[in-house]
Nanobody, 116 residues
């Protein structure tokens, strides 16, 4: 069983930065794909960024160049560095761990609010 706990959300002004963390329990973190997703009020959850077990990264067009995903396998933690934040980045941010079809876990989310 895997538990994911996000932290680092908060209220920030437009143009500011936040760093989200997601700590995972269990032993499969290092061999799993980690993703960050977000869900704004009244909208569907959307994928934001992902990092493979080998460290390859990918981003949605809406955050490319502003957000950076990274992982520390020694700490079982994935990070999302968010710079140049915009009001439209306001959402609950979730991390997700996947490996094959057997492992698919979500955290409970952390709120990010960007004021204009």
């Amino acid at each position: 069983q895997v538990q994911l706990v996000e932290s680092g959300g908060g209220l920030v002004q437009a143009g500011g930065s936040l760093r989200l963390s997601c700590a995972a329990s269990g032993s499969i973190f290092s061999i799993s794909y980690m993703g960050w997703y977000r869900q704004a009020p009244g909208k569907q959850r959307e994928w934001v960024a992902g990092i493979s077990s080998g460290g390859s990264t990918d981003y949605s067009d809406s955050v490319k160049g502003r957000f950076t995903i990274s992982r520390d396998n020694a700490k079982n933690t994935v990070y999302l560095q968010m710079n140049s934040l915009k009001p439209e980045d306001t959402a609950v941010y979730y991390c997700r761990l996947t490996r094959g079809i057997l492992y698919d876990y979500w955290g409970k989310g952390t709120q990010v609010t960007v004021s204009s």
